[in-house]
Structures are given as C-alpha cells and as structure tokens.
C-alpha cells in the first residue's frame, strides 16, 4: 500500500472507533462461545471486568418495590454464578444441559433507544442476548452411558435431585429474604459489599429449601427455561463491566398433553 492509498484522519478515518469496533466483533465471538456451556462453565476471566457487577432482574423487582442489591467484583461474581449453576444442575435442569442462543443484538452509546430496561452505563455498547435450555429430546442432553442404562437420557428436568414442579412452588415467597437485619458487617466500607452477598445467598437458600420441600413428580415432567442476558461492555469493547440476568419465564409440561403454561420468574 502505497501513501497515496493511505486515509488520514481528517477524512474521517478514525483508528480508536475502528478498534472498538473490532474488540466488539471478538466480543460477540467469545459471547457465541461461552454462553451455550455457562450453566457448566462461566465465561472467562479474561473478558469480564474486575469490577464487574452481577444484576439479577433488576427490572422485575422494580415492578415489585423490592430491591436486590448488585454482585461486584471477580470473587462475588464467579462464587454467585457457582452457586447459580449448582442450584440449576442439582434441582431444576438435566446436568448436561446446554442454552441455545435465539438472537443477538448490539445497542451502541446515543443509538440507544431500548427504555424496557434500566442500564447502569446508559452510553456504553450493549450486547443482548436471547437464549433458551435444550428442548424435550435435544441431543446435547444424550450420552452413551445413559443410553446402555435405559434411561430416558433425552428429558430436559432431569435433575441430579430428582425432578419437581415449580407450578406448586410460589416463587414470591423468598423475595423477602432481602429484609434480613441480622446482617454481620465488619465495618461501614464493607457494608454494601456483605448486604449484597448476604442477601443472594439467602435468595438462593430460600428458593433451594422451597424446591428440595415439593414431592417428586410421579409423571414424565419436562421443562425449558428462558431468558435474556444484557452485557454492558467498556469503553474499547474489550471487557463486560455488566452482567444482567433479565425475563426468565420457565415452561413446564408433564406428558405430552399436558401444558402447565408459562411460569414468570423474574
């Protein structure tokens, strides 16, 4: 190429735009990758912030006047989303199951027009995506073991617990888990970060006993859940600073006939 060919800035070439640019094709590549496999895997450390917040559908405890307060940092982050994929393998999902990605979509800075949900960086690029667990018969849910054992290696809630029905379970129950006073803080620096892990954990304890209480479903139960992460990436495109979980609905069905309808979770 010779200098001629060559386009300076002023001609409205921009290098740090072309970059950013660039950053957020890898970003949405990694994101391809990694999200199927994050109820086994989470996404790695490399292409989240150290500053990371964890938001759990702000959106639908806003319409409930509660609040559930942001997990911040590496080690909250990936501690909750253990603890997430723990609760999901254990009691609700078949352990080899697999998010199927619906739809991608990038809102970038000003172009941004969405007022469905409350971002915490309004002017950085965001990437939404869509997904859905492995429906009744998907081959990510088959292995050879299960195969030779006879078992039914296709059903969605096969669950390491055992398979119960959330349409018994009344998930606004442990909302009020958030209202603890007994929380144990060390100092007035450290309070927001102890609220905020006190109260995931007992959220997730609250609706772990709640399920672990229900009976076993003597019918074939299937189910498939949805819902929406939104990542809010840095500057340069290069790190997600915000992970928010968003509009997960649970559908269950027993038998073939038998549609227990959609299920709102948060």
Known sequence: MSFSDMKPNNSGYDPDDQNKKANLGSMIDEIKLNVPNIFTKSIPKHLISS???????????????SY????????????????????LSSLVLNPKVKLHIQSIRTNVSSEDTDSTYHYVYPQTTKIHVRWTTCPEGCHHLSTNENIDEG???????DAKLGSHSWSKF?????????????????SDESKPFQQSLTSIKNLLSNLTTGLIG???????LERVISGLFIFELNTDNTEIVVHTIEDVDVIERTEMEDVDGKLRIC
Not at 51 to 65: D, M, Q, S, W, Y
Not at 68 to 85: E, M, R
Not at 151 to 157: A, Q
């Open 214 to 220: 229900l009976t076993k479903e003597e019918k074939k």
């Open 170 to 186: 009344d998930t606004l129950k442990f909302l009020n888990s958030n209202n603890n006073p007994d929380i144990p803080v060390a």
């Open 151 to 157: 078992k039914n290696f296709h059903s969605t809630s």
């Open 51 to 65: 500053n990371v917040l964890l938001r759990i559908c702000p959106t639908h405890f806003a319409e409930l006047n």
């Open 68 to 87: 559930l307060p942001n997990i911040k940092g590496h080690v909250s982050y990936y501690t909750t989303c253990k603890t997430l994929q723990l609760i």
